[in-house]
């Protein structure tokens, strides 16, 4: 069974200040890996999306990377501001019974004090 | 864009009672799903469908029916509602089972 595990569970930065936000699962056996943003009592918004074959992504301030041999994925954010507060996920999509499905992680909640 | 509507936002249902939660993406996607999202727990895969009329059931599928009769549309019913099925739930909708998920805003569903 998969598993998913993101560590800190909370996070509290400065404004300015780069950040890494981790992701490790269990079964190496992943299509793809993808990071959301989640605003409280809002949806998810997709960041970066990462497939197997590749080794990291980039976004503007974002920068994400995979690591499928160890199972680790990082976020690194660039110049946080307080606009970046949020809870971010981290899921990855392995084959179900019928399909592909996601496994996600219990989330980083990330606080940027101005 | 309107991406992937669902509704209702909110719902107050009393136990035992039934209601459909309804979502809807305007994508052509053919992968869609539903989650339940608890403190401490994370989102858990309720039940997927990776095309119209094809269905499956993920995690925690008890208590929870779904069809497929439409690409666009994938609802969630609950036949007898208990207090454990308080939760928001998210839909979500990806155009393969290998490319990016779009979720939902979510349904806001307490059950007393």
């Known amino acids: 069974k998969q598993e998913v595990t993101q560590i800190p569970a909370a996070l509290s930065v400065p404004e300015g200040e780069n950040l890494v936000l981790n992701c490790s699962f269990t079964?190496?056996?992943?299509?793809?890996l993808q990071w959301f943003r989640q605003d409280p009592g809002k949806g998810l918004t997709s960041l970066l999306l990462i497939q197997s074959s590749q080794r990291e992504q980039t976004s503007g301030r974002l920068n994400a990377s995979l690591d499928k041999s160890s199972g680790r994925s990082t976020l690194y954010i660039a110049a946080s501001q307080p606009g970046d507060s949020a809870t971010y996920l981290c899921a990855v999509r392995r084959l179900g019974t019928s399909g592909s499905r996601l496994t996600f992680g219990e989330g980083t909640q990330l606080t940027v004090n101005p | 864009n309107a991406g992937v509507t669902q509704t209702p936002k909110f719902q107050v249902l009393k136990t035992g009672q039934s209601m459909t939660l309804q979502c809807a993406q305007d994508?052509?996607?053919?992968?869609m799903s539903w989650y339940r999202q608890d403190p401490g727990m994370g989102l858990r895969l309720i039940h997927y469908?990776?095309?119209?009329?094809?269905?499956d059931q993920g995690e925690v599928p008890n208590g929870y029916n779904v069809s497929r009769s439409t690409t666009e549309d994938f609802p969630l019913r609950l036949l007898s509602a208990a207090p454990s099925q308080t939760s928001v739930y998210f839909c979500?909708?990806?155009?393969?089972?290998?490319?990016?998920?779009?979720f939902g805003q979510g349904t806001r569903l307490t059950v007393v």
């Open positions: 469908s990776v095309g119209a009329g094809i269905t």
């Open positions: 994508m052509n996607h053919e992968y």
């Open positions: 979500a909708s990806s155009r393969t089972g290998n490319t990016e998920a779009f």
């Open positions: 079964d190496s056996a992943i299509y793809n």
